[in-house]
């Protein structure tokens, strides 16, 4: 066997990184603009001092899970927690996935789910969005009749933005998948979630039939601690057992542990951050909407838009010359001369906006 370095995924030149340039507005990583709480950044540490790092953490990490298990109503049997929604789902590629089976996912999408399902030698099976960048029902209904382990479902969808209705994740359970996998990163920018879909019968029982949910959730985002390193599984309880099986012992530090726990009191400051971000997406498309490029909507804390008449590459330069980062696609299948801003604070769109019509002018 060959070492699995590589990529055949020209997204992906020597693995996952989104460059950094040092630049005074950062629009290019959907990191939240704003920090987390100072009251938090206390109390983290203070809790630090106190923790008894000659130990090994909780490997079960159970207050924490139940935390996070409070937030969705579900008990910390099933929650399972790990170092950012990447590290998730890697697990569940390693537990359910690899050689001889198969992985469906809808391009264009989170060139991430494929990578990893290629680094666990998953077939990757790509079906196409439609002109929207949504996900066909037929097409995922036909596809997924091939009893995929796995189907990776990024909604709402990076780096296009919106969120797949209900049906068509329904429709995806009434398949033979093994597991409907739903990465909702972005969620909570976009209301709507798929949580209440995850079951807790075990695979074959007679209650359930067809796919089972896991919906992927993280911290980078909405929470602002990108640093952090922190997402999170709602899954059905043996699965939960499942993916713990298929990780290291203690790959959850005792800061982590601690920092999350911390992290989920300041749940009030989060949603207040969370709405201010929403507010300054819709002025930030509102802008768009007055200069020459196409716009797409937004269910997420980015905006993704193609300029009218120019070089996708060359709105990208002009942008980083007037020191304003965003993220170029034109490597992604089908996103040719696309760019994907972050929604940052009020300043920086205003920054992004003024920058952008110098220009296209
Ligand atoms: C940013 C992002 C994540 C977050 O990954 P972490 O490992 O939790 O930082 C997950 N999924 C999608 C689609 C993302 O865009």
Redesign the pocket.
């Known amino acids: 066997m060959s070492p699995t370095t590589g990529t055949a995924d020209p997204r992906l030149p020597g693995g996952y990184h989104s460059p950094q340039l040092d630049v005074e507005v950062r629009l290019n990583?959907?990191e939240s603009p704003e920090p987390p709480p100072q009251a938090f950044l206390d109390e983290l540490a203070a809790a630090v001092r106190d923790t008894e790092l000659h130990r090994y953490a909780d490997r079960d990490a159970i207050a924490l899970r139940a935390a996070v298990g409070e937030l969705h109503g579900v008990g910390p049997e099933s929650i399972w927690v790990a170092?950012?929604?990447?590290?998730?789902?890697q697990a569940l590629l390693v537990a359910y996935g690899g050689p001889g089976r198969s992985v469906l996912i809808f391009e264009p999408?989170?060139a991430?789910?494929g990578h990893i399902a290629r680094l666990t030698r998953s077939e990757v099976v790509a079906g196409e969005r439609d002109e929207d960048f949504m996900v066909p029902p037929d097409d995922a209904s036909r596809l997924a009749a091939d009893a995929p382990a796995l189907v990776l479902l990024?909604s709402p969808?990076?780096p296009t933005g919106q969120r797949e209705p209900r049906a068509t994740i329904e429709a995806l359970l009434g398949s033979p998948a093994g597991f409907v996998v739903i990465?909702e990163?972005?969620a909570p920018f976009g209301g709507g979630t798929a949580v209440d879909l995850v079951r807790r019968e075990p695979a074959g029982d007679p209650a359930g039939g067809g796919a089972r949910a896991v919906v992927?959730r993280?911290?980078?985002?909405a929470w602002a601690l990108?640093g952090l390193?922190?997402?999170y599984a709602v899954a059905p309880p043996d699965v939960v057992e499942a993916l713990a099986a298929a990780s290291l012992p203690y790959h959850l530090d005792a800061l982590k542990q601690l920092a999350g726990q911390l992290a989920l009191r300041h749940r009030g400051e989060t949603e207040a951050r969370t709405a201010r971000i929403v507010a300054a997406r819709d002025h930030l498309v509102q802008g768009l909407a007055g200069l020459p490029v196409r716009v797409w909507p937004s269910d997420a804390n980015f905006v993704l838009f193609r300029a009218l008449e120019r070089d996708g590459h060359e709105v990208w330069e002009g942008l980083v010359r007037r020191s304003v980062l965003v993220r170029e696609l034109s490597a992604w299948p089908r996103l040719a001369g696309c760019l994907r801003v972050t929604v940052g604070t009020p300043a920086e769109c205003d920054r992004f906006l003024d920058a952008l019509a110098e220009v296209l002018a």
């Open positions: 990583a959907n170092n950012g929604s990447n590290e998730v789902l999408t989170y991430l789910h990024c969808n990076n990465d990163a972005y992927v993280t911290f980078s985002k990108a390193r922190l997402g």
